[in-house]
């Protein structure tokens, strides 16, 4: 298998050395920069298949240097930040980020976002020699086969709709991630928003019926208030 290349940028070494030990234990070659200037050049020279990245650091923070990674390229990117609020996460997210991590965190549930992002990333670069291809997601009791189209739910099958399915999948395969409803609508139905519209509330409201959510707590479709909607890994 093709090594798989990550960059971790953070001024604080312990955790930068902290994360390196165990993405290596998982196979992974591991770069680090303790600035996103150094890490923007580690990008130039070297196969980044994806990058950690810290918010708060001297020069350039994570944030802009996300934004600048995504000005050329599609790589997954995890943020980690010391603060853990919904609105500085959605901050994190917005400029381009796949997923965020608050510290202190653990590092085999770094490890773990690792590897799921690469899966995903993957999925949607078939030319990508990271790791295998998959046609499978799945997060928390929820199985999505993009290949046949099945759903599963702890195990029990639903019936979707196409819409539904593209919704679902959408949402799932972008974990973390949130999708304003005019988001969800110009890429499920490829056509631009023009005016407000329920269309998408209905949908998810038919698709969260299907999948029981009220009937549990730990609910698998998440609303973000005033933003959109989300699935958390």
Request: aromatic letters at 6%.
């Amino acid at each position: 298998m093709p090594q798989t290349n990550v960059l971790v940028v953070d001024d604080e070494k312990e955790i930068a050395d902290l994360v390196e030990i165990h993405l290596v234990s998982d196979g992974y070659r591991v770069f680090k920069a303790s600035n996103a200037n150094d890490g923007l050049d580690i990008m130039e020279k070297e196969d980044i298949h994806l990058a950690l990245l810290d918010i708060m650091m001297p020069g350039m923070n994570g944030l802009d240097m996300c934004k600048k990674i995504r000005e050329t390229k599609n790589i997954p990117i995890i943020m980690l930040s010391a603060k853990s609020s919904d609105l500085d996460k959605i901050m994190g997210l917005g400029t381009g980020a796949d997923d965020y991590v608050t510290k202190p965190f653990n590092p085999l549930e770094l490890t773990a976002r690792v590897k799921s992002q690469l899966r995903r990333y993957t999925q949607f670069n078939p030319n990508s020699t990271a790791v295998k291809q998959q046609n499978e997601i799945s997060i928390r009791g929820l199985v999505i086969n993009k290949d046949n189209h099945k759903v599963t739910i702890y195990d029990e099958e639903i019936k979707l709709t196409p819409i539904e399915f593209e919704i679902l999948y959408l949402l799932a395969s972008n974990a973390g991630k949130v999708y304003s409803t005019d988001d969800i609508f110009e890429q499920v139905w490829n056509e631009k928003v023009y005016e407000a519209n329920n269309t998408v509330m209905v949908h998810i409201r038919r698709l969260r019926g299907k999948m029981k959510e009220d009937e549990r707590t730990d609910k698998i479709i998440t609303t973000v208030w005033g933003v959109g909607y989300k699935i958390e890994k």
